[in-house]
Each structure stands twice: as structure tokens, then as C-alpha cells.
């Protein structure tokens, strides 16, 4: 995208109705007529060249709704997992934003464009400081990738946060162009103790996704505004997590951020930004583990 129309697609987004946008396409997603429904997924997998032979069910015929097709789960065979004590494996299919060290209470987000931790997580400052100086990684999950989140690490899941807040676009042009950006949208927050030290999984929410679903706290819709939400956490499945199991799924597509303490990982040298993962890949390694 040429700089001028960048421009105008980030000044777009100040004016449109997000909310309202946001509301229709969770609303189309979930049509059950079977023409629509139909006509919606063969036309999205047109469009964005979807990868069809590693999806479970049958396409079109297999999904009840175009969001069921959205949040598709793969074949069995299709994200085999490193099973390594060592390593730390990509949360999501996506194209890598950004990689690194987080310099004191700083994340990069863009050239020229970075965002404290104190913001993006929006706690107490006790549980910020546990990542300050530590290291981060940013995947961008575009329309056509695989839409769901699983453990980089096993651990087990101790608190989730909802932190109302915008709906701004997450792609390139707008990461590069809106400052706090993932602080401005509305995210969620989870967090888990694993034997590394503490771990955040940050799900950030985006123009047209209708809502952000796991399986501790349901469905949770974009709410503009209000205070930020401490969920009460289902007792079932376990919260007790393997690497590489199910932790949620964004109803249309968005941004993970990984957390990990100071000292805890180093991650892969060939992790540079607009490198594409895949989940259950190594992305890092653990220091100390054997």
C-alpha cells in the first residue's frame, strides 16, 4: 500500500462507524442460510487463497455459518507441535510484526513508534514490572490464516483481563501509522504461570472482529468503553495447559502478543519481522531448560 493511500485508510478508520461495522459482520457471520452462508465462504476463499486441504470438514457443506468456517479447526495432522523442553512454539499462523527485547517498560511497534507495558496491559503496576526488560513478539493474523491461539508454553491459566477500548484496523499500514495503537484497541488479556516464569497472551481486537471467544470465558463483544474487566474464570476445561492446546480464537482476525519475563527465552535468530509462522513452529528457546 503506496503512503498516500495508507494515509487515507488510517484517516478512513477515524471517521467510519466502527462499532456499527464491527456489529454487521459479527451479525452476517453468524447467517444459517444456506445460500448465504455458502456464497460468503466460497467467495472469502476466492478472495484470500484459503488453504482447503488441511481443514477438517468438508467446504462449504461442513460449516453451519461463515463465522464456524472463520474458526475453523485443522486436521489433526496439520500443526504438528515441538514437544521439546526447550523450545517456546508460535501461538498462531500469522506474519511476524515484531520480535525482541522489551527496553525497560518499552515495546517497539513500528519505526519510530513504541508503547509501554503499564498501557498495553492495563493492571497493576507489580504485575507490568514482571516483564519489564524481558521479551515480546507481535503476530499479525491477516483474513486468510488459520484464526485460532494455542499455548506457546504449558502453564496453566491464572487471571484473564478485558480491556475495552477501540476498533482501529491492526494491518501494516495502520500499525505504522496510529501511535498505541494496540493499547488504544480493546484486548484480552491472559495470563499464565508456566515453568519459565509468568507468561502473557495478549488477543488484540480489530476492525470487524465481532468478538474474541476462549474457553474459560465464552464469547466476549467489543464494548467501547466502561472499566477494565477482571473475568471469572470456568473451572472446566482445565486450566492447566499442554503446549500447543487450544486457548481461543478471534471471531475475524487480529493480533497475538507473547510476554515472557526478563532472562526466560532467547528468541530464534531467524525470527524477523514479515517472516511467516505457523502454529506449534519453534520461535524461541528457553534458557536453562534441557
Not at 67 to 73: I, S
Not at 106 to 135: I, M, P, R, W
Not at 198 to 221: C, F, K, M, Q, Y
Not at 258 to 287: K, N, Q
Request: net charge positive; charged share 20%.
Amino acid at each position: 500500500m503506496s503512503s498516500v493511500l495508507s494515509y487515507l485508510f488510517v484517516l478512513l478508520q477515524f471517521l467510519l462507524p466502527k462499532y456499527a461495522l464491527t456489529a454487521l459482520a459479527h451479525r452476517l457471520s453468524r447467517v444459517r442460510t444456506r445460500a448465504v452462508k455458502d456464497f460468503l465462504i466460497t467467495r472469502f476463499i476466492k478472495l484470500y487463497g484459503v488453504e482447503l486441504g488441511e481443514i477438517a470438514q468438508p467446504v462449504p457443506d461442513g460449516f453451519a455459518t461463515f463465522n464456524d468456517f472463520f474458526t475453523r479447526r485443522l486436521s489433526d495432522d496439520a500443526r504438528p507441535i515441538d514437544r521439546s523442553a526447550s523450545s517456546v512454539v508460535a501461538p498462531a499462523d500469522g506474519t511476524l510484526s515484531a520480535a525482541g527485547a522489551i527496553d525497560g517498560q518499552h515495546l517497539f511497534q513500528a519505526k519510530g513508534k513504541h508503547y509501554t507495558l503499564d498501557d498495553l496491559l492495563a493492571t497493576n503496576l507489580d504485575e507490568a514490572d514482571e516483564f519489564v526488560g524481558g521479551s515480546f513478539v507481535t503476530i499479525y493474523l491477516a483474513p486468510h490464516n488459520y484464526h485460532r491461539v494455542h499455548a506457546p508454553l504449558a502453564g496453566e491459566l491464572v487471571a484473564a483481563r478485558y480491556v475495552p477500548g477501540r476498533l482501529f484496523s491492526v494491518n501494516a499500514a495502520t500499525v505504522s501509522l496510529i501511535p498505541q495503537l494496540f493499547c488504544r484497541n480493546e484486548r484480552l488479556v491472559c495470563r499464565f504461570h508456566t515453568e519459565a516464569g509468568p507468561l502473557a497472551v495478549i488477543l488484540v481486537g480489530a476492525l470487524n472482529v465481532g468478538s474474541i471467544t476462549t474457553p474459560w470465558t465464552g464469547e466476549l463483544r467489543p464494548r467501547r468503553r466502561g472499566v477494565v474487566d477482571e473475568l471469572k474464570l470456568a473451572d472446566r476445561p482445565s486450566r492447566q495447559v499442554a503446549k500447543g492446546d487450544l486457548l481461543g480464537w478471534f471471531n475475524l482476525g487480529s493480533t497475538i502478543i507473547l510476554l515472557l519475563p526478563p532472562g526466560a527465552a532467547e528468541w530464534d535468530d531467524g525470527l524477523t519481522g514479515g517472516a511467516a509462522l505457523r502454529v506449534g513452529e519453534v520461535i524461541g528457546r528457553l534458557r536453562g531448560a534441557a
